[in-house]
């Protein structure tokens, strides 16, 4: 089964990725029955999650029913505990939709939500985000979640985002940190899919960002705001919901 899915990920375009994944999430439960993690998100349990990544695969990460992973657990987790996301009336910006919140989302009465992206068969727009067809001040809220590492111009997307967001409005725009790197790290001569894996850790990646990433939100015009779930999640929760050890959330406000 790891093998299987390392293979996927390494050869099958994301839309791909996408259409198969709703046969998969049917089986894969199945196969994985027990009690020893949990996913917040669709709240069914298993004797473990499924392994995910290419050039660093994590073990125990993937959730076989929702395909959610660990950013995907976190950040759901501070939506429950820290906004009013799920009662209050918003008007929601999903930036290439993850499945694992795609339907959820769609289906709370509370949101105006709209799916956008250069190419996912879940948008309902497909657009460039550099240059984004929405009015200024459109959005309460904006997620657009490792995307950023993969784009040409990632201060002007943002800027962007920034654009769309009402005054008093807020995003969430996660992305892969080394956190062994002071700075990002980019160099536009490495174009090949071998050599962009082995420098930023994925082939389709144009960058690999380091601890200034809050620097570049707040160069953005964000007031950035920092969630770290060591402080609001006890250590038995974050092992049974399989996190990110010291993975930060940022919140993005406008």
């Known amino acids: 089964m790891k093998e299987f899915i390392t293979f996927l990920m390494r050869n099958v375009p994301r839309p791909l990725l996408i259409r198969f994944s709703y046969i998969f999430n049917k089986m894969a439960p199945v196969l994985m029955r027990g009690n020893n993690v949990e996913c917040p998100i669709c709240e069914h349990h298993f004797r473990s999650f499924l392994p995910y990544g290419t050039v660093k695969r994590r073990d125990n990460v993937l959730c076989p029913s929702c395909l959610s992973l660990e950013r995907h657990r976190l950040l759901w987790l501070y939506l429950k505990q820290e906004t009013d996301f799920f ?101 536009k001569s490495i174009t090949s899919p071998e050599e962009r894996e082995k420098h930023f850790w994925q082939k389709d990646h144009v960058r690999l960002f380091g601890r200034d990433y809050p620097k570049k939100l707040a160069e953005a015009g964000f007031k950035v705001e920092e969630y770290d779930m060591r402080k609001e999640i006890t250590e038995e929760l974050r092992k049974r919901y399989s996190l990110m050890e010291g993975e930060i959330l940022w919140c993005c406000h406008k």
């Open 87 to 187: 009662s209050a009336q918003h008007k929601l910006l999903h930036i290439a939709p993850e499945q694992c919140f795609y339907k959820r989302f769609r289906k709370q009465k509370n949101l105006e939500y709209l799916t956008a992206d250069l190419e996912s068969p879940l948008a309902d727009v497909h657009m460039d985000i550099h240059s984004m067809p929405f009015e200024d001040n459109a959005y309460d809220i904006v997620f657009c979640n490792h995307v950023l590492e993969h784009v040409e111009d990632e201060m002007q997307s943002m800027r962007e985002i920034y654009r769309v967001l009402k005054p008093g409005g807020w995003a969430i725009m996660q992305v892969p940190i080394d956190d062994t790197r002071e700075e990002t790290y980019g160099d």
